[in-house]
């Protein structure tokens, strides 16, 4: 079994920063892919960015350049340092960890932008 839990979220004005953590424990295996999806009120779920265990990044159109994953190994932590913020952007944001052919999902955390 894997355990996530999200952290960072909050409100934050249009244009400004906020930066997400994502602590992973459990058994964790090497080779896994770790990112972030968001779930804005009325829509489907949608992927934001993921990372691979050698570093490859992925992101939606909708956030590259402003977005950016990465993560910590020691700790199984992944992080989205999310800047220049739109109220596009507010959401729950869920972390995500794949391996093994499973995949497991955090509580989510609340982005709200706004001014």
């Known amino acids: 079994q894997v355990q996530l839990v999200e952290s960072g979220g909050g409100l934050v004005q249009p244009g400004g920063s906020l930066r997400l953590s994502c602590a992973a424990s459990g058994s964790i295996f090497s080779t896994n892919v770790m990112g972030w999806y968001r779930q804005a009120p009325g829509k489907q779920r949608e992927l934001v960015a993921t990372i691979t265990w050698s570093g490859i990044t992925s992101y939606a159109d909708s956030v590259k350049g402003r977005f950016t994953v990465s993560r910590e190994y020691a700790q199984n932590t992944v992080y989205l340092q999310m800047n220049r913020l739109k109220p596009d952007d507010a959401a729950v944001y869920y972390c995500?960890?794949?391996?093994?052919?499973?995949?497991?999902w955090g509580q989510g955390t609340q982005v709200t932008v706004s001014s």
């Open positions: 995500n960890i794949m391996q093994r052919g499973r995949e497991y």
